[in-house]
């Protein structure tokens, strides 16, 4: 019999499930309570225009950054459905310095949740799509118990779960569990996430690249010769390729799932560990990517390997299609060989 062509989101979870006898549908019930935060937020963001939410709150976030109301209204309602399900023993927020625990009168489940609420929104007021990011582990820690730092700080390669959100010109969730990577269209009219891009597989070779080339000067000398490279003229390797950077990461992520080629958010002599997140933006999205066959490191590493010390530290990260980010590791490697770093 032909499959269903209209499956939710909580119908592919729940199938998931059943591919693993062992699940107790704890992960499951998880994403689904978080399908739920999700669409609160999408209903918020595709109205800020007209609800006065936009603008600044006058408040700044742990990292000294002006925190938007968005920001902070996708923060809080993160946490309001995900703090009592049962599921987790911990959160962790780009909004909050320390770790977040589970309020005492709630049960303690066996999950971590990482997220960053709504990333991008230095675009809110241009429009621009924003989105949130969010990472799944199991704890470590004894069960039962209030989780703790150690839980959130563990590599990406032990991530269970992992998603974005970008709320864009539809509202689109991308997630894995480990078993492919799947794409679901929110379709407001009835609330639903609707599976529109299934099994996900980035090209073994893209023709974009995306990296704010205003940093050039700060570079490391392999990433400037790269970029030269794929500025050149050379039809065979589709160069030049077409560069598109939109600052908003899960937007300029998502175009590379979909598209393929390169994303580069890297480290430079101004920011020796890049800009970007690895607890809650990098580990999730190079899960992600290499669920659909693409490749996440930081220029020296798996992205996904990387042993986190710091709640909130940073990491230069290069994701995109194999053939593109081999060629980049080449060019790095080649300038470092050849004593230019
Ligand atoms: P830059 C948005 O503020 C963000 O955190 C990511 O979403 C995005 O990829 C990056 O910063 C853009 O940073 O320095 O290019 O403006």
């Known amino acids: ?126 429009n621009v799509s924003i989105g949130t990011i969010f990472s799944i582990y199991r704890r470590q820690s004894p069960d039962g118990l209030p989780g703790t730092l150690e839980d959130c700080l563990q590599p990406g390669y032990k991530q269970v779960a992992a998603g974005y959100v970008v709320y864009g010109s539809s509202t689109m969730l991308v997630y894995t569990a480990g078993h492919g990577v799947h794409g679901f269209t929110l379709d407001p009219s009835i609330g639903e996430f609707i599976l529109s891009h299934p099994d996900i597989r980035i090209p073994q070779k893209g023709k974009i690249y995306s990296v704010n080339e205003g940093n050039y000067k700060y570079w490391h000398p392999g990433l400037k010769q790269y970029i030269k490279f794929l500025q050149e003229e050379d039809a065979p390797s589709s160069r030049p390729y077409s560069t598109r950077y939109i600052g908003s990461m899960v937007a300029d992520v998502h175009r590379t799932l979909l598209y393929g080629g390169i994303f580069m958010y890297p480290a430079d002599s101004r920011s020796p560990k890049g800009k970007l997140r690895l607890m809650y933006e990098c580990n999730p999205v190079a899960f992600i990517t290499e669920a659909a066959g693409g490749i996440a490191t930081d220029g020296n590493m798996r992205l996904m390997d990387k042993v986190p010390e710091h709640l909130h530290e940073r990491s230069p990260i290069f994701i995109g299609s194999p053939d593109d980010v081999n060629t980049l590791l080449r060019f790095l490697r080649r300038a470092e060989e050849a004593g230019l770093v």
């Not at 918020?44 to 609800?51: F, L, R």
């Open 1 to 126: 019999m032909a499959r269903s062509r209209f499956m939710t989101l909580e119908r592919h979870i729940i199938e998931g499930e059943r591919m693993h006898p062992e699940a107790t549908g704890e992960l499951s019930r998880l994403l689904s309570d978080l399908a739920i935060a999700i669409k609160i937020i999408s209903l918020e963001v595709n109205k800020a225009g007209i609800v006065d939410i936009l603008g600044l709150t006058g408040d700044e976030n742990v990292h000294g950054e002006s925190v938007r109301k968005l920001d902070m209204y996708a923060h809080d309602m993160m946490f309001k459905a995900m703090d009592h399900g049962g599921h987790l023993c911990i959160m962790a927020s780009e909004e909050e310095e320390d770790i977040i625990h589970i309020p005492t009168d709630f049960e303690i489940g066996r999950y971590v949740l990482l997220f960053d609420p709504l990333d991008g929104s230095s675009n809110i007021d241009a």
